[in-house]
């Protein structure tokens, strides 16, 4: 008895383990800047999902869409305007098979880069759209405006914020954003999302936003709307 509770432990610890650091590795993943070798790494099922990424001026967005018979990981990389489409990749997981689009017949899919990548930020994508629950800009909005000095923390160039879960005990999300010579940053991770409140979800793509050394305009302009409820120290704040 004693045998097959040792064993009964140690497969829980395993299990334990190996989903951590599959997690860590899709964290890792939306980090750095996608290609399209680093697309075959993200998750090829469960619940659809929305990317946006902007590092060092290359903005892109990485949709995964489970809807179809043929499920399709989209990578839509955007020319230095940022809002026309430089290109368009799909990757088929159930065929290994990459295609270089001018457009994806995905229904996510559209020519309209603004509003996609401020339907991401605001979490208006998400809804009804069998994604998971990701925190996102209304939230951040609501705890900045009402100055919880608990859970909003100053940095040099902006703000780190964080969520608490509905029981108080634990990080339901951080968010970072500010401004700094470089460029715009701004980060939004969930790690837990309540369907109810008894039934808590860990998403498995943690970040819905990940940008840093940006001058896209879009994260510009959200990031200088949270300037205007507080600013941060640095000057470099409009």
Known sequence: ???ITTLFFASIMSLV??????????DDLQEKPVNNDRLKLFPVE??????LQSI???????????TQIDKKIILINLKDDYITIKSVIEY???KNEMRVLSKSDSRFFTTDMTKLKKDIITGEIFKGNYAEGMKSYGELERV?????LSKIFPEVYGFSVKLDDIDGKKISAMYTFGNTAKGYYMQFKTYNYRENPRTEKIPVLKYSVYCKNTHDPVIQEYVEN????KKPASSFAK
């Not at 383990?17 to 899709?26: D, K, P, V």
Request: proline letters at 2%.
């Open 1 to 3: 008895m004693k045998k």
């Open 17 to 26: 383990i190996f989903s951590y650091l599959f997690s860590q590795q899709y």
């Open 46 to 51: 469960g619940k659809n999902y929305f990317f």
């Open 56 to 66: 060092d001026n290359e903005t892109r967005i990485v949709i995964g869409d489970f």
């Open 92 to 94: 088929i997981p159930a």
């Open 144 to 148: 900045f405006k009402q100055n919880e």
């Open 226 to 229: 949270l300037f205007k409820i």
